[in-house]
């Protein structure tokens, strides 16, 4: 079985077609944590299997109560959503963008890059993101 999101994903490219970002000096580093991380996220999400309820042809009503499905389901949207989050970085890693805010342009704190190398927001800017898309997941895990 292939992983779906090979497709239109970019697991293959390589280090050499690195754009210069200005904020990144160790971009080849960046990509190689970038990477490791993804496929790390691809191989879970083929651990789990097709989770569809209509394709979902070795999963029988019995073996996986509603609550189990729900809870496996949050989790695979969840390594869907960091596995988008890393394509994007590796794309402005090709692009050179990579270190800067795709809301406002200013250059992401260092450290918050080192914590978390896909972020794609500065820190007033997720908060922003944080405060108006709240994930339904984390509202519920709350309550
Ligand atoms: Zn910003």
């Known amino acids: 079985m292939r992983c779906l999101i090979m497709d ?3 697991l293959l ?3 050499e077609g690195l754009g210069h970002s200005p904020f990144i000096a160790n971009a080849g580093e960046v990509w190689e944590v970038l990477q490791g991380e993804k496929e790390e996220v691809c191989r ?10 209509s394709e979902a042809s070795g999963l029988s009503e019995s073996e996986a109560s509603e609550n189990d499905r729900e809870i496996k389901w949050q989790h695979r949207v969840l390594l869907e ?6 394509n994007d970085a590796l794309d402005r890693l090709m692009d050179g963008g990579y270190g800067r805010c ?15 190398p896909a972020a ?18 984390h509202v519920s895990a709350g309550q």
């Open 8 to 10: 239109d994903g970019i």
């Open 13 to 15: 490219q390589s280090v």
């Open 44 to 53: 879970e999400l083929l651990a789990e299997g097709p989770l569809f309820h």
């Open 81 to 86: 959503v960091r596995l988008r989050k890393l």
């Open 102 to 116: 795709t809301d406002c342009g200013e250059e992401i704190d260092r450290k918050r890059l080192l914590a978390d």
């Open 120 to 137: 794609s927001l500065c820190i007033a800017c997720q908060g922003k993101a944080d405060g108006e898309n709240q994930i339904p997941y």
